[in-house]
């Protein structure tokens, strides 16, 4: 299975990006998957996540309210929709299949990244 995450870009304070992970593999559908990020200079922080039965979803308290994951399993695709987002969004944004459900957040099977850049 590889997962690759899309949708990042440049966009102003306040504005919107969602974000994909696509994943390839018929298993895809049974993965907790998770977003994490990180930011010029930072560790590689966990942002969100959704389970895969019963479609339970988890954010850190900075992007409660402002994003939403989501998923399709028939097209293998996990979506991250930012809203009112904030210069300190920025960051290369990773989608993973979990280690495990629960913190520590972790993945086990990362894919590429994507910049999101939000300008000020």
């Known amino acids: 299975v590889q997962l690759q995450a899309s949708g990042g870009g440049l966009v102003q304070a306040g504005g919107s990006l969602r974000l994909s992970c696509a994943a390839s593999?018929?298993?895809?559908?049974?993965?907790?998957i998770g977003w994490f990020r990180q930011a010029p200079g930072k560790e590689r922080v966990f942002v969100a996540a959704?389970?895969?039965?019963?479609?339970?979803?988890y954010y850190t308290d900075s992007v409660k309210a402002r994003f939403t994951v989501s998923r399709d399993n028939a097209k293998n695709t996990v979506y991250l929709q930012m809203n009112s987002l904030k210069s300190e969004d920025t960051a290369v944004y990773y989608c993973?299949?979990?280690?495990?459900?629960?913190?520590?957040?972790?993945?086990?099977?990362w894919g590429q990244g994507t910049l999101v850049t939000v300008s000020s």
């Open positions: 959704i389970n895969w039965r019963p479609l339970v979803t």
């Open positions: 993973a299949r979990l280690r495990n459900w629960g913190t520590p957040w972790a993945g086990n099977l």
């Open positions: 593999g018929r298993t895809f559908s049974t993965y907790d």
